[in-house]
């Protein structure tokens, strides 16, 4: 029973976030600054930021350092899961690695933290 919730949680977050890849890959192909700015090299310094945040959010709930990091990871897989998905939709998965999986990336740590304040 536990295993099921786990999955169904696991399976949600990753179609969250593949809404919010998807969301910003359309949002970068209307707006020409995004469509022409190069966000490959700011990705993982933005990932590394992303996770240390994440961690230090949820440090401030639960007492435990590896518990923080290990969801504070699982929450970056979940949105990194997100944009390969959000990539392979809108290419029809014959290219999953382009640019459009970079602004998908971009989109679901943006959008991904905002969520993790409200919650």
């Given at each position: 029973?536990?295993?099921?919730?786990?999955?169904?949680?696991?399976?949600?977050s990753v179609l969250i976030f593949a809404g919010?890849?998807?969301?910003?890959?359309?949002?970068?192909?209307?707006?020409?600054?995004?469509?022409?700015?190069?966000?490959?090299?700011?990705?993982?310094?933005?990932?590394?930021i992303y996770i240390l945040l994440i961690a230090?959010?949820?440090?401030?709930?639960?007492?435990?350092?590896?518990?923080?990091?290990?969801?504070?990871?699982?929450?970056?897989?979940?949105?990194?899961?997100?944009?390969?998905?959000?990539?392979?939709?809108?290419?029809?998965?014959?290219?999953?690695?382009?640019?459009?999986?970079?602004?998908?990336?971009?989109?679901?740590?943006?959008?991904?933290?905002?969520?993790?304040?409200?919650?």
């Amino acid at each position: 029973m536990l295993f099921k919730i786990w999955f169904f949680d696991v399976l949600l977050s990753v179609l969250i976030f593949a809404g919010f890849g998807y969301l910003g890959i359309y949002l970068s192909n209307k707006n020409k600054f995004l469509k022409k700015f190069n966000i490959k090299k700011n990705l993982i310094t933005m990932s590394i930021i992303y996770i240390l945040l994440i961690a230090i959010m949820e440090k401030s709930n639960v007492n435990d350092t590896a518990y923080a990091l290990g969801f504070a990871c699982g929450l970056f897989g979940a949105g990194y899961l997100g944009a390969i998905l959000a990539s392979g939709i809108k290419t029809k998965f014959k290219s999953i690695f382009n640019q459009n999986f970079y602004h998908a990336l971009f989109a679901t740590i943006i959008l991904g933290f905002f969520l993790s304040l409200i919650v």
